[in-house]
């Protein structure tokens, strides 16, 4: 049977989302949502909906040792808040190590040099690699 996901890099100020395809394979971005101006808890549910999958991977920071700091912290915070309020959740975890440094070096090698051109789209990228290496875990 295919499970399709959600996945998401919690940063304090934006989250980056992705989807996988239908058959749990491909991994794509799909959006940031800026936590500043949007209930984004809400709009997590909403594109849980739109998606029609209940199943998170969530992004877990770690240093480079893989000890966990403050900001692992702060995303179970916000992993005990979505499942507060999303009911059926299925939450996965994945170290995410260096996914911002791979995303923010792709879209440098890809030609997006400005920063808040980056700033628009690194999140969502990094959020498409943290699935993607859940989904290559899966095979």
Same mark, same amino acid.
């Given at each position: ?31 940031? $949502? ?7 808890? *809400? =709009?997590? @549910? %909403?594109?849980?909906? +739109?998606?029609?999958? &209940?199943?998170?991977?969530?992004? $877990? ?7 966990? *700091? =403050?900001? @692992? %912290?702060?995303?179970? +915070?916000?992993?005990? &808040? ?14 995410? =190590? ?42």
């Amino acid at each position: 049977m295919y499970k399709k996901y959600i996945s998401l890099d919690i940063g304090d100020v934006r989250i980056g989302v992705a989807r996988s395809d239908i058959m749990g394979i491909v991994a794509t971005p799909y959006e940031v $949502i800026n936590r500043k101006k949007v209930k984004s808890v *809400k =709009r997590i @549910a %909403e594109i849980l909906k +739109e998606n029609n999958t &209940k199943s998170l991977v969530v992004g $877990i920071p770690k240093s480079l040792d893989g000890t966990e *700091k =403050r900001q @692992a %912290e702060k995303v179970r +915070e916000y992993i005990e &808040k979505l499942k507060r309020n999303i009911e059926g959740l299925e939450i996965y975890e994945v170290d995410e =190590r260096l996914t911002t440094v791979s995303a923010d070096r792709m879209l440098t090698d890809g030609g997006k040099k400005g920063a808040l051109e980056k700033r628009k789209v690194v999140d969502k990228i990094a959020a498409a690699i943290i699935l993607q290496t859940f989904l290559d875990s899966k095979r």
